[in-house]
């Protein structure tokens, strides 16, 4: 099943159990799957949607900061449900020691010696697995070492 198939399913779901917040993120996801969608002009992949919906999850942390710095801990709650309901669609990150393995093997490999090369090589590697600035960092540990 397709992560826009699952995504559909989960909205019938919320619809019929009225599961006010799901259904309000599950219309947002929707909306904001639906824009890249017409965007890119083709139907959308799964690595589309898990870009689309990383997208979301880091505006939301953004959004969290802002929160938390106005002491609105309703609005914080609410927002971390949300990232969650989000993350659920999207692969499992890889273990630190896996990622670590991948990352190395991949900056070797690509005999790169400046960061962005290196960062290219790593990314593409892990292919959205892993956070980047967790790349970011093993990589800056493997160049700089």
């Known amino acids: 099943m397709t992560v826009i198939e699952r995504v559909e399913a989960d909205f019938k779901t919320a619809m019929k159990s009225k599961d006010e917040l799901a259904l309000s993120v599950m219309r947002l996801v929707r909306t904001e799957l639906k824009n890249k969608q017409i965007e890119l002009m083709r139907e959308l992949k799964d690595e589309d949607a898990h870009a689309v919906l990383k997208k979301m999850i880091k505006q939301y942390q953004d959004a969290l900061v802002d929160f938390q710095a106005a002491g609105r801990q309703d609005l914080l709650e609410r927002q971390q449900k949300e990232i969650d309901l989000i993350a659920q669609y999207l ?55």
């Open 91 to 145: 692969p499992a990150s890889l273990p630190m020691e896996d990622l670590e393995k991948i990352v190395v093997e991949a900056v070797k490999a690509s005999g790169a010696t400046d960061m962005g090369k290196a960062m290219g090589a790593a990314m593409k590697a892990v292919a959205g697995r892993a956070d980047g600035n967790e790349v970011r960092a093993i990589v800056q540990r493997h160049i700089s070492g």
